[in-house]
């Protein structure tokens, strides 16, 4: 049973060690173009149905929870249905991987939108950038198994982050177009980027 066992230990091995020097091909350009189009569907019937976002957090940040469990979803059950296609017995661990190295960032924002709401409310208007970076760091950790220029989204969502923080701190407001507006471009540089590296020519070896 040892023998066994450690047979099986060092297929899950190998499998890991070819999924970690394949490029990943779950993310389609559609997807990603569809997920800046609900961030600015968002936007809009946030700036239609909430009178002053900055009054009612609740409501802004709850619409925003909405938006990207809706996009996520929507990534998600793509990536499963490319990955089958295009990696075939590797698509578990190509999938794991995807996740392992975007969950940490996205696992931050949850914590930090919880944390900021119970204990520091009065610094809410920061968590839209804050969450712009932690998209960025989360690309960035994407870079080896993606296009790598990729990268130029996640400067994009880095930049924009830290620019939205200084915007907001003019005012400390909320509004839905500081939310909406950086997601809608990077979510279209991401699609336009897949689009164009749909071949292996743009891809990490």
Do not use: C
């Not at 023998?3 to 499998?15: F, G, H, P, Q, T």
């Not at 089958?84 to 996205?106: C, K, N, T, W, Y």
């Not at 968590?127 to 970076?133: S, Y």
């Amino acid at each position: 049973m040892r023998d066994l066992d450690k047979a099986l230990a060092d297929i899950v091995a190998i499998r890991s060690q070819i999924a970690a020097g394949t490029a990943f091909r779950g993310y389609g350009p559609a997807t990603m173009a569809a997920t800046g189009a609900v961030a600015l569907i968002t936007a809009v019937l946030q700036f239609w149905l909430l009178g002053d976002p900055t009054t009612e957090p609740l409501g802004f940040f709850v619409g925003w929870f909405v938006a990207a469990a809706l996009s996520v979803l929507i990534i998600g059950v793509e990536m499963r249905a490319r990955s089958r296609r295009h990696h075939s017995g590797l698509a578990d661990a190509m999938i794991h991987q995807a996740v392992e190295q975007f969950l940490p960032a996205g696992v931050a924002g949850v914590l930090l939108a919880v944390v900021m709401w119970k204990f520091a409310a009065e610094t809410l208007w920061l968590l839209p950038g804050l969450w712009q970076i932690l998209v960025s760091l989360g690309i960035f950790a994407s870079v080896r198994s993606l296009p790598r220029t990729v990268a130029f989204a996640g400067a994009w969502y880095f930049v924009s982050g830290f620019s939205v923080v200084v915007i907001a701190s003019q005012t400390h407001a909320l509004s839905p177009w500081t939310m909406g507006l950086p997601f809608v471009i990077g979510q279209s540089v991401m699609a336009a980027i897949l689009h164009v590296a749909s071949g292996d020519h743009d891809v990490e070896d």
